[in-house]
């Protein structure tokens, strides 16, 4: 079992419909990150969480609300997405989020289509 | 603020001729600097990672990379490629005040490796 496990790994929808992306870490970390990896542009950072709480929302427009019910757990509901929001997003984890020393584990992505 | 640019998009090497891949990062402190690679459909995985001390660091997979701070560059390099190598390499640069201020690591935009038989 990886340590990050993202699903779904593709999901298309419309413009109108509400879906979720779930993210799981087994490595017992207290930070999780959302990530938006769209062609040709550097990684984007979203969202932060520490300890459950949002500690960084990287002006992210209001159809992504993330959810961190505990520190293994992470959601992204979508909600009237436009067809500019189709990316990879990933979720990543890392033991504390104050040290940068630490690496950024890294699940293998949700592949989103916005039609 | 903090940026990292790697230069090259897309770089094809045969295999087992050596590479290396290029980044230049702006940071007033000293850096945390990161080099990951993502095989395609995969996540970002480490390869490496400098905070202080000797400045050529040694990775997994037989990679390398050093860190010239006059330079403000941290290239990456490989003496003899292998055709599983193919994928996108990502240099990242991270705060050492973090602060919840912004991300706490920022990423280039990559460069893709194609590799020739």
Redesign the interface.
């Known amino acids: 079992e990886t340590g ?1 496990t ?1 699903t779904p790994r593709h999901l298309v929808m419309g413009m109108t419909n509400k879906k979720s992306l779930k993210c799981e870490q087994h490595l017992g970390h207290n930070a999780m ?1 959302w990530y938006k990896q769209s062609a ?4 984007e ?1 979203m969202f ?1 969480y ?1 300890f459950k709480e949002q ?2 929302n ?1 002006s992210v427009p209001s159809r992504f609300s993330p959810e961190c019910p505990n520190s293994s757990h992470l959601f992204l509901h979508l909600h009237t997405l436009q067809p500019e929001d189709s990316a990879l997003y ?1 979720c ?1 984890s ?1 033991p504390r ?2 040290d ?2 630490g ?2 584990f ?4 949700s592949r989103l289509t916005v039609l | 603020a903090q940026s ?1 640019t790697q230069p090259d998009i897309h770089i094809t090497v045969s295999e087992g001729a050596s590479l290396e891949l290029r980044c230049n990062y702006s940071y007033g402190a000293t850096p ?1 600097l ?1 080099w ?1 690679v993502q095989s395609p ?6 390869l490496l ?1 400098y ?1 202080s001390g000797d400045t050529l660091v040694q990775g997994i997979k037989g990679f390398e990379a050093e860190f010239k701070r006059s330079q403000s560059s941290f290239n990456l390099r490989k003496p003899s490629v292998h055709w599983s190598d193919a994928a996108e390499y ?1 240099c990242a640069v ?3 005040n ?3 201020s ?9 460069t893709k490796l194609s590799v020739k038989p």
Do not use: D, W
């Open positions: 990050v993202q990150y040709k542009k550097p990684l950072l932060v520490n500690t960084e990287n990933l990543a890392s989020l104050a940068l020393r690496e950024l890294f699940g293998e992505g | 990292v945390y990161f990951y459909g995969q996540g970002l995985q480490l990672k905070f990502f991270g705060s050492m973090y602060g919840g912004q991300g706490n690591l920022i990423f280039g935009k990559g």
